[in-house]
């Protein structure tokens, strides 16, 4: 499976945008899909995930309010969406596949997308 996600790019402060990342390859199995970000200088840090299969999302309690996760099952596509962007929220995202045993701990994910770089400017 390979995982490609797409969608970043400069954005103003109280703006959205939308990322997405196509699984491809063998039939996708995975638990749950999620998206982690990392700042510069900073760890990496759980955005959002979605069970794959049941639809149950998660997102920390700062972030739930500004951010969702949702996914098209028939594409195998997961997106994010991002509406009143900070630029605290300035971070490469990734997308990830796996999760099983603890959605929002990225060292259960066993695939991961290249990256894609969101900047917001104030």
């Known amino acids: 499976v390979q995982l490609q996600a797409f969608g970043g790019g400069l954005v103003q402060a109280g703006g959205s945008l939308r990322l997405s990342c196509a699984a491809s390859?063998?039939?996708?199995?995975?638990?749950?899909m999620a998206w982690f970000r990392q700042a510069p200088g900073k760890e990496r840090e759980f955005v959002a995930a979605i069970v794959w299969r049941g639809g149950t999302t998660h997102s920390p309690d700062s972030m739930a309010g500004r951010f969702s996760i949702s996914r098209d099952y028939s594409k195998n596509t997961v997106y994010l969406q991002m509406s009143s962007v900070k630029p605290e929220d300035t971070a490469v995202y990734y997308c990830?596949?796996?999760?099983?045993?603890?959605?929002?701990?990225?060292?259960?994910?066993?695939?991961w997308g290249q990256g894609t770089l969101v900047t917001v400017s104030s």
């Open positions: 990830a596949a796996g999760g099983l045993g603890g959605i929002t701990q990225s060292r259960l994910y066993y695939r």
């Open positions: 390859g063998r039939t996708f199995t995975s638990y749950a």
